[in-house]
């Protein structure tokens, strides 16, 4: 059997026309050249994932795949298959993504159902709703790219492409979220009457903040800030 692997550069321009409003994205080409040169770039992290379980993460540079002085590729000799080519050369099959390890600076969310709570001083049932935006991006802080790694295996899934809309749904979803379910747990645990609200407007905010970092911490995400 003829094989084609024409590849011997992996890379993708988050600033170009095809990288506009990309989060993540699977290169096309499952074949590659052991000499195959890779290009990360700044604020980037390539993702080599062999057989959908061992992945190794790439930083930002340039590598040359298998030259173990620059390459993270070496921990998957033994689960990669080598073969040869009708050039000599020796090749291997594996996906590659690349995450674009972007700041969301303004995500606005707001309650489109309200927040239900029976205020007993008054004998009423309140609806209570909230907006603002909060900020976060892809916990890679360490620079170890495991984190990344979760990103991939917990949120991308199977897609080819996440666009920066999904994400954004999808953290405003859990932003919500987690936020009625706070709001409503505080409010009735706390007995805060309607007239309290004001007075106790930090003590929740505080409250939620936390709730909402270690809920995004479960997503690879690191909650920047909250305005309520």
Not at 211 to 224: G, H, I, P, T, Y
Request: charged share 20%.
């Amino acid at each position: 059997m003829a094989l084609d692997v024409s590849v011997e550069r992996i890379a993708f321009d988050p600033l170009g026309e095809a990288g506009h409003n990309v989060v993540c994205y699977r290169h096309p080409t499952n074949d590659f050249s052991c000499n195959t040169n890779l290009l990360v770039a700044p604020n980037q992290v390539a993702l080599f994932v062999n057989e959908g379980d061992e992945v190794v993460p790439f930083l930002p540079g340039h590598h040359v795949l298998f030259e173990s002085n620059n390459s993270p590729i070496g921990k998957l000799r033994k689960a990669i298959n080598l073969f040869k080519g009708n050039d000599g050369k020796s090749y291997f099959h594996t996906t590659v993504y690349f995450v674009n390890m972007v700041h969301y600076k303004k995500i606005l969310f707001g309650t489109v159902n309200p927040i239900q709570y029976e205020d007993s001083s008054i004998s009423s049932i309140l609806h209570l709703r909230a907006n603002g935006s909060f900020g976060c991006h892809i916990d890679n802080d360490d620079m170890t790219g495991e984190n990344v790694i979760r990103f991939l295996r917990e949120i991308v899934g199977t897609r080819a492409v996440l666009t920066t809309e999904e994400l954004e749904d999808k953290l405003r979803d859990r932003f919500v979220t987690v936020l009625t379910t706070t709001v409503a747990t505080i409010m009735e645990e706390e007995h805060i009457s309607l007239l309290k609200i004001a007075t106790k407007y930090e003590y929740i905010s505080n409250i939620v903040k936390e709730k909402m970092a270690a809920a995004f911490a479960e997503d690879c995400l690191k909650l920047d800030f909250i305005a309520l």
